[in-house]
């Protein structure tokens, strides 16, 4: 619609004679201030009162045009205050009963009433059944048959509430079916007592909410039942809240809804709520609810000329946020921002949809207290007040448990429609904004308005209040700790695991086998160890089982205690399939475990995209979706890698934005063929180093998404390596890492590298690392918030590959490997060209000629070629992280030696001297690996040497025979230079 042919609303409004009921109310006298304002060529406002608390008429309204509410008409345009005129009169009867004297004045005054705002309403929700039909239903009735007999009447505006249709959660902008005849309503009001009423209500009422939402949408029947009559707009608003910008910025007047919430969240005197952490809030500002009316007032006379239908507007917000996200925010920034003069304790709490949680808890941390508060306003001879307060807030609790316990979907399409009939030159004034207000923002608004109208304190006082609740905070954190530090005294690590029963993937893995065997030496009280197992290469699941307990790692621990290990049960399944493919008796068998570890990984940087997604991310989400279904779990650990947003040059203990949609990205691995994933790889993983990283990234995403619903940590362990201390020093299971690169280079296999010499490789002894994961896990049950996502980035220092290479030279001269190819050399460069050299002399061309003599000459399988193609694509594979740098922060990591006890140190420290003492850890890890992984006792040693100085010798001869034929050669070609010359 062009804006030259809108009507201009202000001229709409212009000699308006507007009759408005409860223009003593909240949303009233913001409508009242709002038309003096912007319409200021009403001719008069006419609010409808009763003499109260013996105050008459004449001086409630005296009193009203005192309010703040007023305040910028009274800077501005105090004349037009004149125009609000008061009758006094009585609706509840069903008749419209005029109090005055002087019937002519009021006569006159009411024949020519051209708008009816019929704002009026009781809107307590424990009101009696009688008394909320007698105001919200008699009172709309009497208004209606009196609207009838105004000649020039264009509009009658019905003020409802967008919660009357609560019984249904998607809520149009228009009428349901009524639960009961509005006549049927108003006769038994009329021939029953008010005790009859309320025990017959929610069988009368067909089960609503409360007698508030009832009468309002019977209320909406009965007007609908005028609607040939008269032009009627039945207007529903959300939860009305403090104005965003006018009449005052967080102008409000009372504390219903959310702002009471918030205010006795802030005084520390309500610390528990009985409602879901799902359930939304839809609140809309007062003045954007004014707005609305205003302009729905002015399209009701055309639109019912016609129509001559009634029109229907919900007044609703687009925003709904939930009232966990309300709270938290509330506590952590607005409370911050905008603390209260006054309050009892640093605002906090929990909120529960367990009736019987709840009040054990409003018992523990409300009534109590609230009874010592008055015991001491007693003996200081002051009238107690905190236990009334309690009972007050334990009604509201109640009363609004439905609200808060469900979210209604309300559509607002013809709210919103009201922008297009607003002229360009008005919007300034009318406009209905789309976008709601921040909530940071707008909370603090409102609280700070309830500061200045409400609890009427300067906002001078702020800086003194902001002062008070950095004291408070202290002394609340100062206690907690004191509290928390007596509690670790009691329940060390040992006896948390006591009886527990944990459930393990990547059991046989290098982290997985370390835990098993840390938890059974350390915690031998834990009742169960549930590992997935997969069968592999013909091996059964208890062949493996046993595979497993042979390991030498567990040597130790069954020497102590032969029957630890028949606490590991073995369940059959595999991380890429469904549930894991845990069959359904087994996952039965899991419904006691209290602790999930997800260590199971493919660790392989070359692996299929399609294979990645399947191991890492997909089975992540399947032992999510298990955990979601376990009652007693208290902890799901989740095994990341620190380098997973390695992206990022510096690291920190937070969630970084998504790489990809991990929803998608598993559609894609199931669905989609591995050679089409293979070809888009790049474009899918947004160019990060390798197939690995990616998929940890969206695995951690998975955790996020998850955290409201499990207790997570993510475990970001650097580069695991061996064992330090325990149980066997050096241990290690695989060549990853500093083993692989001390073996190859040791025994003259690998030759050259491409890295910076002076490249930093963030190392974590794998004892260290586990002791680091029952740590945080103790940590997250007894001392973290449950849904608080809480992370670990577990380093423990840096070496460079410069000092792994020379010390690994070192010892392997006293200590040499066995089948030594050649003696070790170490050319580090950071030339891609002079690579390429040292990889094709040093490395392949030396590895054919020793295979051609091998099968040749020895008749001997070759092998070495095969050997160096492994280690080229090694090198490319780390090549990424061993030319970069990287600052990994671990504050939270390193918190948790600072949470122990002297006597849980030796078992627990997560704190390592492997970085300090790093020549002897890697001196411990060769020794290991060449006992243990490659099979070479002490015993040949002597032989190692023999062959090691032999290949010394030769070496050196050759170089010596290279150095001589050089020169020879460089002196033929001098001798044939000078030929030439001659």
Not at 490 to 495: E, L, S
Not at 659 to 671: M, S, Y
Request: overall charge positive; hydrophobic content about 40%.
């Amino acid at each position: 619609m062009e804006s030259n042919k809108l009507k201009s609303i202000k001229e709409f409004y212009n000699g308006k004679i507007i009759l408005v009921t409860g223009g003593t109310g909240f949303l009233g006298k913001t409508l009242i201030e709002k038309l003096l304002w912007s319409c200021d060529g009403v001719e008069k406002i006419i609010l409808l009162l009763r003499s109260k608390k013996g105050k008459s008429v004449e001086d409630r309204i005296a009193s009203l045009k005192r309010e703040v509410a007023f305040q910028r008409i009274h800077e501005k345009k105090p004349s037009v205050l004149d125009k609000i005129i008061g009758i006094e009169a009585d609706l509840s009867a069903g008749s419209l009963k005029f109090e005055s004297e002087n019937g002519d004045f009021v006569s006159n005054e009411l024949r020519n009433v051209n708008l009816i705002f019929h704002c009026a309403a009781s809107v307590r929700f424990d009101d009696p059944l009688k008394k909320a039909i007698l105001i919200n239903v008699c009172a709309t009735k009497a208004l209606l048959d009196f609207a009838k007999t105004l000649q020039h009447l264009e509009v009658f505006m019905h003020v409802s509430t967008a919660y009357s249709n609560c019984d249904r959660f998607e809520i149009d902008e228009k009428l349901y079916p009524a639960s009961v005849d509005w006549r049927y309503a108003i006769k038994i009001s009329e021939q029953f007592d008010e005790e009859i009423l309320d025990a017959l209500f929610y069988k009368f009422s067909n089960n609503m909410a409360n007698t508030y939402v009832f009468t309002k949408k019977i209320a909406e029947h009965m007007v609908d039942d005028y609607k040939n009559a008269l032009p009627i707009v039945i207007y529903r608003p959300s939860i009305v809240t403090s104005a965003e910008v006018e009449p005052l910025p967080g102008f409000i007047d009372n504390f219903n809804g959310p702002l009471g919430l918030l205010v006795a969240t802030s005084m520390g005197v309500n610390r528990t709520s009985w409602q879901s952490h799902k359930a939304a809030i839809n609140a809309t500002p007062v003045d954007m609810c004014i707005k609305g009316i205003i302009i729905a007032a002015m399209r009701c006379p055309e639109s019912w000329k016609e129509t001559k239908d009634i029109q229907i507007y919900n007044a609703a917000s687009i925003k709904t946020p939930t009232y966990l996200h309300m709270i938290k925010k509330g506590k952590r920034f607005i409370v911050k921002d905008a603390p209260l003069n006054i309050f009892i304790w640093r605002p906090g709490g929990r909120i529960t949809q367990c009736y019987y949680e709840f009040y054990l808890r409003f018992m523990l941390t409300q009534v109590l207290p609230a009874i010592g508060a008055d015991v001491v306003l007693k003996l200081l001879n002051r009238k107690p007040f905190f236990l009334k307060l309690q009972r007050a807030l334990m009604t509201v609790q109640k009363n609004l448990h439905f609200f808060m316990n469900n979210t209604w979907e309300i559509s607002n399409h013809n709210f919103l429609h009201l922008n297009e009939f607003v002229p360009a030159s008005e919007l300034i004034d009318f406009e209905i904004k789309e976008v709601y207000p921040e909530y940071i923002e707008y909370g603090t608004l409102s609280l700070m308005g309830a500061r200045r109208f409400l609890l009427n304190w300067p906002d001078e006082d702020l800086k003194k209040a902001r002062r008070n609740y950095r004291i408070a905070v202290l002394i609340d954190s100062i206690l907690k700790y004191t509290i928390l530090s007596g509690i670790f005294w009691y329940f060390y690590r040992k006896y948390f695991f006591s009886g527990r029963e944990i459930f393990l993937t990547g059991g046989t893995g290098f982290i997985g086998k370390a835990v098993i065997e840390k938890l059974l030496r350390s915690c031998p009280d834990l009742s169960k160890i549930y590992i997935l197992i997969r069968p592999k290469r013909g091996k059964t699941l208890n062949e493996r089982l046993n595979t497993l307990k042979s390991d030498i790692l567990f040597r130790k621990l069954l020497h102590a205690n032969p029957h630890a290990f028949e606490k590991v049960i073995g369940i059959k399944g595999d991380v890429t399939c469904e549930n894991l493919g845990i069959s359904p008796p087994d996952i039965t068998r899991l419904e006691n475990v209290s602790i999930m570890i997800h260590s199971s990984a493919s660790v392989r940087f070359d692996d299929e995209l399609k294979d990645a997604i399947l191991t890492n991310v997909r089975s992540t989400y399947e032992m999510v979706r298990i955990g979601l279904t376990l009652k007693k779990l208290d902890a799901f650990i989740h095994i990341s890698t620190a380098f997973c947003n390695s992206d990022y040059k510096v690291i920190e203990e937070k969630i970084y934005p998504e790489h990809g949609d991990w929803k998608k990205a598993i559609k894609l691995a199931l669905n989609m063929d591995r050679d089409i994933l293979n070809s888009l790889t790049m474009k899918l993983t947004d160019f990060l180093p390798n197939t690995y990283l990616y998929t940890k990234g969206l695995a951690e995403n998975i955790c996020n998404d998850f955290k409201e619903h499990l207790p997570i940590v993510i475990y970001r362990p650097a580069i695991v390596t061996g064992c330090e201390v325990e149980p066997i020093p050096g241990f290690v299971d695989n060549f990853n890492g500093i083993v692989g690169l001390a073996v190859a280079s040791g025994t003259g296999i690998q030759r050259s590298l491409y890295c910076l010499r002076d490249a930093e490789l963030f190392c974590t002894p794998v004892d260290t690392s586990v002791r680091g994961i029952i740590s945080s896990t103790w940590r997250k049950v007894l001392c973290e918030p449950k849904h608080d996502l809480s992370i670990y980035n577990c380093s423990n220092g840096t070496t460079s590959i410069t000092e792994i290479m020379s010390v690994s030279y070192k010892f392997i001269e006293k200590v040499p490997l066995l089948n030594t190819v050649w003696t070790p050399t170490d050319i580090a460069t950071t030339s891609l060209c002079w690579d390429y050299i040292c990889a094709v002399f040093l490395h392949f061309l030396p590895a054919l000629l020793i295979d051609f003599i091998a099968t040749h000459f020895m008749n001997q399988k070759p092998i070495l070629l095969r050997v160096q193609r492994k280690i080229r694509h090694a090198q490319l594979a780390l090549r990424y992280f061993i030319i970069n740098k990287w600052i990994i922060r671990n504050d939270n990591y390193a918190s948790l030696s600072s949470c122990l006890k002297d006597c849980d140190k030796k078992s627990f420290d997560t704190s390592s001297d492997a970085i300090e003492n790093r020549k002897q850890y890697i001196i411990d890890q060769i020794l290991y690996c060449r006992r243990y992984l490659l099979n070479q006792p002490d015993d040949t040693i002597p032989a190692a040497k023999a062959h090691y100085w032999r290949l010394y010798v030769l070496d050196k001869l050759l170089k010596i025979g290279f150095v001589i034929l050089a020169l020879y050669g460089m002196f033929k070609l001098l001798k044939f230079l000078d030929v030439i010359k001659i």
